[in-house]
């Protein structure tokens, strides 16, 4: 899994995430948004249209990152999820509790 960050404005932060995010990355992926939260970020977009894959230790973490930001008042956003993740939410009902957009609007 590869991460890229970008300042959109001085509170609202984008990940890029690619690959795929697993038992081995989802750590990082934890570690990575906390360090968002931490630097004021009142808004984060986490950009899903290169992930391919996320297992149930993915999902974890992204439940874990959504308790994070909504004690932090962080709103979090997954964007432009691909095939296989919008499959996966919707499945799981992760699509009821997280907001989904399909671009950075």
């Known amino acids: 899994m590869k991460i890229t960050s970008e ?3 001085g509170t609202a932060l984008v ?6 995010i697993n038992l ?3 750590s990082q992926l934890k570690q990575e948004i906390k360090e968002g939260y931490e630097s004021g970020a009142k ?10 894959y996320m ?17 932090n008042e962080v709103e979090l956003v997954i964007v432009k999820p691909s ?10 009902k992760m699509d009821r509790i997280f907001t989904i957009q399909e671009d950075l609007a």
Do not use: M, N, P
């Open 24 to 26: 081995e990355s989802s």
């Open 7 to 9: 300042e959109l404005s």
């Open 43 to 52: 808004k984060v977009y986490l950009d899903f249209e290169h992930v391919d």
């Open 55 to 71: 297992d149930t230790s993915g999902l974890g973490s992204l439940i874990s990152i959504l308790k994070q930001a909504r004690k």
């Open 15 to 20: 990940y890029r995430i690619a690959g795929k």
């Open 83 to 92: 095939g296989f993740i919008k499959g996966l939410f919707r499945l799981t």
